[in-house]
């Protein structure tokens, strides 16, 4: 017991330190078991592991200490003159050895739960992107992007962070309760990783290749995570959020993401003038552009090039069209022709062209998007 | 050839030449050894000050004193100093130092070439930190440059880097042929295999493994070279590539390059704490064989980092047994310290303070390594601060508590005086607070959901971040403490006799304290 | 080990500080015409560091292997410094062995897993839906992608000029080791002619190398930047290119050192060393032939 006692001294005092703090603040210690079998069979892992090795702890630090209290030089104790003894050498490579086969068996029934992703009742595409994630739902042939909302201001600290500071995105993912969900992730340029704690699903959007997950989620909720792997400068800006909604309420949804759409491409008939592509293609460039070219249009040269009185923004309206419509290959500049509707290319064209002092004075259309697109 | 044979008469009985030749030109092991040390402690006070700089950002969330940009290079450069230029090179220098002196040998069996490796590595590492100062720059990718982020995506410096690497790459091995062909080929007559020293035997088994990783390396950097400026499509998938081929290969160098970090540490663990337990190590044979076995293993268990690529689910499988067996050969070594310890007389100057703590902390180290072995768990922690928890337990307390160890183990040895006890007890105890302090938040921040490699966070993780950079900070003043310490004891002090360590045994102790310029000249006989 | 000579120590050195500062001259130069390049700037100054840095380093290995043959013929070297030297040289060769392993890893992998998946087959044959029209073959004619990565036409058979080189290097593996006989006999006549053949040959092989790059890139479009079919074609077959080479070279040199009456019956490390070597380059040619050009 004094071997114990001794041990949980600095971990007691430690606690006792922070305890005032403690009663405000989120000190989460440990895994939360999440909502789906996936996520509380790896939680359940999680604690045997956890608990196996704190009892191989306690039993190793525990002779240790044992030995440090009580064959000290100090206390006048004689070393003894043993150094050899196969039997137990034996025997502590076998006993870990069985520890770990008991350890290793749960572990394969779990991991071969999580790769089955046949029957699947919906399958998403999730598509990784500098730094925004897209989500299409491959059956129903609609998707969306879906990007940080954070505003700059909260994380540049001019403005008081709000509840879910960085994990907060303009359209969240949405799915269905009670139906197996098989995601297809992929990437459009560098490696991320989808992960959603909740869901106990984590795994890479490879460029060039897909991978796949499942999920199943039984209890509504929005669910939130992040990218997870090194992605570039915004990779700490990449939230995934998901809402799990009950089926009615998923077909409505459903049904109002095709109108919107159907809406959408109406909108590129419409006359436009300067004043709202202006307004539209700020609030474009500030979700879409500014992540590079910062919202102020000066970039982070060389990597990003500034906008603002670049030569490609100010001159030939089809070289920046050209640019914008089919990115550079090879550079972060992404093809956003298939990213944006034609309003919103429109808009954000013209919002590049007259913003910072770049008066060029230009008017880009929609239908000049379009009709850009078709020459092609 | 003449001149040849007259330096050859006069060799072996002066000292060091004078002035700042005798570190350009040497080719004493002495001498180069002190280099190696030298040269690691300026790395790891420059990779430390970097993470001063990851956390000072990670002090609270919003970004307040760099941008994502520059955070990203620091992390970069500081795993790769670390790894590449702080632990390696300490290591090395133990081994050129102590090397010698253990088997019995007059200097290492390459002596030029010997120096040419240490030159090698302040020639890397001025082109690597040169990149900081570049266009566009240092590399941002992650120590681990995960294409295509560092190849279509990276900065124009990368370049610069991968030969940064290569010339690494050249140094290493050639440090290790180097060990390899002393240790083989210039043991005292008498010192059989199996009468090795502890250190001899891990530094024989960490010099095989980085000559056969080392170029695997240097493998990986050219591929990216070619698909960066010559049009390859190693890693993209347009060309039939593949990204994920930049990361098997990767990581066939990377896993057993942290083992190549922690064996020596093992190595010199072993002589302190026999010697301040007094009492002869237990079970010497079965401590070869373990890290015999954790060498051979450490080959087939690289997808451990690489659970959440995609693995197929055999490979997942095979990948994940084998990492949860080197637990057992671990285990072995652990079990051995113990016991050598128990029922001993022991006592606690700095060396063995630092090696307890080092038994202790490391095997936590290995209980969260062990965690992150169970493939589907690993799904949670993988790329979380539960990993970052994890490494910087087994790197920090692990190799970095060994270099200390072994270093006030040897400095009156190498210096002929004793150090100041009293504050390198300081030293350890600020050390152990604000290491535990600096890293243990980091299990819960990565458990509670926080990724790693980001410049700022959700609120919830804000806590632990500021417990964690205060323990940062306190680890990182500590070390000029060390610094300190060390010069004092090369300036004076107490009179180091031979052997100062009552319980120590080994040929090195045979010797007195300064260890004379040359030593072993004729080789000792041993019974 | 029971020998008691003293075991040889060399006084100070310049050579590894100048190797440091011509490798590190020399590869940074390389890095900026690269860099430089890329980006469309001014090359000259980093052609001129690169040539100087190797300028330093041609001076580096005269010196240096000139001190160390000097010291060697001075009979400075005592058997256990040559048994050093053995374990240097075998060890550095498997170190090549595993830079190569790399390669081969790739290739293997390559063809096993990424291709595949690619083209629709096994765990992760999602993938071929991001690649409409992808035919998954080995070698690959037709990249994924084919208009960032035009594949080649056709490619290259083994039965033509890589049999012709596969001939040339066994059969130099086995004049060298008829020369190491001869020198071993101290029979000076053979061995100057058995190694010169081994030269010839291992020069003839290079020169039908170089043919058959330039049929790749002329007639078969096929380029390091055709895909990965090119990518490790040319990796490979371009390093070990380069380890002929490098190999040859020794073998000259040993030539000419052979004519200055270097060497005897007994002690003849340098000469085995190049030996050990060019063994090695064809073995891992041996490899090539199986796995890059035949399967
Ligand atoms: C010195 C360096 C070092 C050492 C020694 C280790 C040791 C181990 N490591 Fe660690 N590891 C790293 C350095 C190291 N690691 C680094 C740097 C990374 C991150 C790289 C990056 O992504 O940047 C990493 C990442 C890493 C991962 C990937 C995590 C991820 O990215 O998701 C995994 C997964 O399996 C892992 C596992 C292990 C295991 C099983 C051991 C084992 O060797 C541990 C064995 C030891 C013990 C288990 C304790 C003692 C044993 C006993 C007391 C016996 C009884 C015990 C039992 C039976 C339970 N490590
Ligand atoms: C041996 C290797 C080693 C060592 C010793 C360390 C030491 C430290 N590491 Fe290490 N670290 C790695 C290897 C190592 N690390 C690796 C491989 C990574 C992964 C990189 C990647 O993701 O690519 C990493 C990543 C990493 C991260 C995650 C970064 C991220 O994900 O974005 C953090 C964050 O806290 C961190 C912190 C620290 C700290 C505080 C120390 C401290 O122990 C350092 C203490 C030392 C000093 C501070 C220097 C001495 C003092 C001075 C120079 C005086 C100045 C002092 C003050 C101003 C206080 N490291
Ligand atoms: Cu996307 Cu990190
Ligand atoms: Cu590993």
Same mark, same amino acid.
Request: aromatic residues 18%.
């Given at each position: 017991m004094r071997v114990r006692g001794k041990r949980l001294t600095p971990v007691v005092a430690l606690l006792g330190l922070l305890s005032p703090a403690m009663a405000m603040a989120d000190w989460t210690l440990n895994m939360s078991p999440g909502v789906t079998g996936t996520s509380n069979q790896i939680f359940s892992l999680h604690m045997t592991i956890l608990w196996i090795c704190v009892a191989i702890g306690v039993v190793v630090f525990g002779v240790m200490f044992w030995s440090i209290l009580a064959h000290r030089k100090s206390q006048g104790h004689k070393p003894a003159n043993f150094h050899e003894n196969t039997v137990v050498e034996i025997l502590w490579t076998i006993v870990p050895f069985a520890i770990l086969v008991a350890m290793a068996i749960p572990a394969t029934a779990t991991l071969v739960e999580m790769y089955d992703t046949t029957d699947a009742d919906l399958d998403i595409r999730v598509t990784g992107y500098q730094w925004k994630w897209q989500y299409e739902y491959v059956d129903q042939e609609f998707g969306y992007f879906s990007n940080l909302a954070t505003p700059a201001d909260q994380i540049r600290n001019r403005q008081n962070k709000g509840e879910n500071y960085l994990l907060e995105v303009d359209n969240p993912l949405v799915i269905p309760v009670g139906q197996k969900v098989r995601f297809l992730l992929t990437s459009n340029d560098v490696i991320h990783s989808w992960w959603v704690p909740a869901f106990g699903v984590k795994k890479d959007a490879i460029p060039g290749f897909i991978n796949e997950a499942w999920v199943k989620v039984e209890e509504p909720g929005t669910y939130r995570g992040q990218c997870t792997e090194l992605c570039g400068k915004n990779h700490g800006f990449m939230p995934v959020v998901v809402e799990a909604v009950p089926q009615d309420e998923y077909d409505t949804w459903v049904a109002d993401q095709k109108a919107a759409a159907e809406k959408e491409r109406e909108l590129t008939q419409k006359d436009w003038t300067m004043e709202e592509l202006m307004a539209r293609g700020e609030q474009t460039y500030q979700t879409t552009c500014a992540s590079c070219h910062q919202p102020d249009g000066s970039g982070s040269p060389p990597a990003f090039p500034a906008l603002k009185g670049s030569a490609i923004a100010t001159g030939d309206v089809q070289g920046h069209l050209d640019i914008v419509v089919n990115g550079k290959s090879g550079t972060a500049m992404q093809a956003f022709g298939s990213q944006l509707s034609e309003v919103d290319l429109a808009a954000v064209v013209t919002f590049e062209r007259n913003a910072w002092g770049n008066n060029t004075g230009d008017m880009v259309t929609p239908k000049q998007v379009l009709d850009f697109k078709n020459q092609q | 050839m003449s001149a040849v044979a007259d330096t050859h008469t006069q060799e072996h009985h002066h000292g060091p030449a004078r002035g700042i030749s005798r570190w350009l030109l040497t080719t004493n092991h002495k001498d180069i050894g002190t280099m190696y040390l030298v040269f690691s402690f300026a790395m790891f006070l420059l990779g430390g000050s970097m993470a001063m700089v990851i956390r000072a950002e990670l002090f609270q969330p919003g970004l307040q004193i760099v941008e994502p940009e520059f955070f990203n290079q620091m992390t970069t450069m500081h795993g790769l100093i670390m790894v590449f230029g702080a632990v390696m090179p300490a290591f090395v220098g133990l081994a050129n130092w102590m090397l010698p002196l253990m088997i019995g040998a007059p200097d290492m069996a390459l002596p030029r070439m010997n120096n040419w490796s240490f030159w090698l590595l302040p020639c890397a590492f001025l082109i690597l930190v040169s990149t900081l100062f570049m266009q566009g720059g240092a590399p941002n990718f992650g120590w681990t440059f995960y294409a295509p982020l560092s190849t279509t995506y990276g900065p124009p410096s990368t370049t610069f880097f991968i030969f940064a690497i290569h010339i690494m790459g050249v140094s290493s091995i050639m440090g290790a042929i180097n060990v390899i062909a002393t240790i083989l080929n210039l043991r005292a007559p008498g010192m059989t295999l199996?009468?090795? $020293? *502890?250190?001899?035997?891990?530094? !024989?088994?960490? /010099?095989?493994? =980085?000559? /056969?990783?080392?170029?695997? =390396?240097?493998?990986?950097?050219?591929?990216?070279?070619? #698909?960066?400026?010559?049009?390859?499509?190693? %890693?993209?998938?347009?060309?039939?590539? #593949? $990204?994920?081929?930049?990361? &098997?290969?990767?990581?066939?160098?990377?896993?057993?390059?942290? @083992?190549?970090?922690? !064996?020596?540490?093992?190595?010199?663990?072993? &002589?302190?704490?026999?010697?301040?337990?007094?009492?002869? =190590? %237990?079970? @010497?044979?079965?401590?070869?064989? /373990?890290?015999?076995?954790?060498?051979? *293993?450490? %080959?087939?268990?690289?997808? &451990? &980092?690489?659970?959440?690529?995609?693995?197929? *689910? /055999?490979?997942? =499988? %095979?990948?994940?047994?084998a990492t949860l067996l080197i637990a057992v050969p671990t285990g072995v070594k652990v079990f051995n310290w113990v016991t050598t310890m128990f029922r001993g007389s022991l006592s606690f100057e700095a060396p063995m303070l630092f090696a307890v703590a080092f038994i202790v902390l490391f095997t936590i180290g290995g209980f969260s390594g062990l965690m992150l072995a169970i493939a589907p768990a690993d799904f949670q922690y993988h790329d979380t601060y539960f990993v970052v928890a994890h490494f910087h337990y087994v790197l920090v307390p692990g190799a970095i508590f060994g270099i200390f160890a072994a270093a006030y183990f040897w400095l009156p040895k190498w210096t002929g005086h004793m150090y100041d006890e009293t504050l390198a007890k300081t030293h350890f105890w600020m050390s152990f607070v604000g290491m535990n302090l600096a890293f243990f938040p980091m299990h819960f921040l990565g458990l509670a959901g926080m990724p790693r490699r980001i410049p700022d966070y959700a609120l919830q993780f804000a806590d632990f971040n500021m417990v964690s950079s205060i323990g940062a900070f306190m680890f990182g003043a500590t070390q000029l403490l060390f610094l300190f310490i060390v010069v004092k004891c090369v300036r004076g002090g107490e009179k180091a006799p031979a052997k100062p360590w009552d319980g120590a045994e080994g040929l090195e102790w045979t010797l007195p304290s300064p260890a004379p310029y040359h030593t072993f000249e004729t080789p000792p006989e041993i019974k | 080990m029971a020998d008691n000579q003293s075991y040889y120590v060399p006084e100070q050195s310049k050579w590894p500080i100048v190797a440091t500062v011509g490798l590190g001259v020399t590869l940074y130069g390389v890095a900026s015409i690269l860099v430089n390049g890329n980006q469309g700037e001014s090359t000259t100054a980093s052609w001129v560091m690169f040539f100087v840095g190797a300028l330093i380093m041609a001076y580096m290995l005269f010196g240096w292997f000139g001190s160390v043959i000097r010291e060697g013929r001075a009979g400075l070297y005592s058997d256990q410094m040559d048994r050093s030297f053995r374990w240097g040289m075998g060890w550095f060769i498997f170190s090549e062995v595993m830079f190569f392993a790399a390669f081969f890893g790739a290739l293997f992998y390559v063809r096993m897993f990424a291709v595949p998946w690619l083209g629709g087959e096994g765990d992760r044959g999602s993938s071929s839906m991001l690649w409409e029209g992808f035919n998954a073959t080995w070698p690959l004619i037709q990249n994924p992608d084919p208009e960032a990565f035009p594949g080649p036409s056709e490619v290259v058979g083994p039965w033509g000029l890589p049999l012709i080189n596969t001939i040339l290097l066994v059969s130099s593996s086995f004049t060298i080791t008829v020369a190491h006989h001869a020198l071993k006999a101290d029979n000076r006549q053979k061995l100057k002619l058995w190694l010169g053949l081994t030269i010839a040959l291992g020069l003839a092989f290079l020169v039908l190398q170089a043919e058959e790059y330039v049929h790749a890139y002329q007639e078969l479009q096929l380029t390091l930047d055709s895909g990965i079919y090119g990518s490790t074609f040319f990796m490979l077959t371009g390093f070990h290119g380069a380890h002929v080479t490098l190999g040859t070279l020794m073998l000259i040199i040993m030539l000419v050192r052979i004519f200055k009456g270097h060497f005897t019956a007994d002690s003849h490390f340098g000469f085995e060393a190049a030996a050990w070597y060019w063994h090695f380059v064809d073995v891992v040619w041996l490899g090539l032939f199986v796995f890059v050009y035949i399967l």
């Open positions: - | 199996m009468k090795m $020293p *502890l250190f001899v035997w891990t530094w !024989l088994i960490t /010099a095989f493994l =980085l000559i /056969a990783v080392m170029p695997v =390396l240097a493998g990986v950097v050219t591929m990216m070279l070619m #698909d960066i400026n010559f049009g390859t499509s190693f %890693f993209d998938a347009s060309g039939g590539g #593949d $990204p994920v081929l930049f990361q &098997h290969v990767f990581w066939f160098f990377g896993h057993p390059e942290v @083992y190549i970090m922690i !064996l020596p540490a093992f190595g010199a663990i072993s &002589h302190i704490v026999s010697a301040f337990s007094r009492k002869s =190590l %237990f079970g @010497y044979s079965s401590m070869v064989y /373990a890290v015999g076995a954790i060498a051979l *293993l450490s %080959f087939i268990v690289w997808a &451990h &980092h690489m659970f959440t690529v995609g693995v197929p *689910l /055999a490979g997942q =499988l %095979f990948f994940m047994y | -």
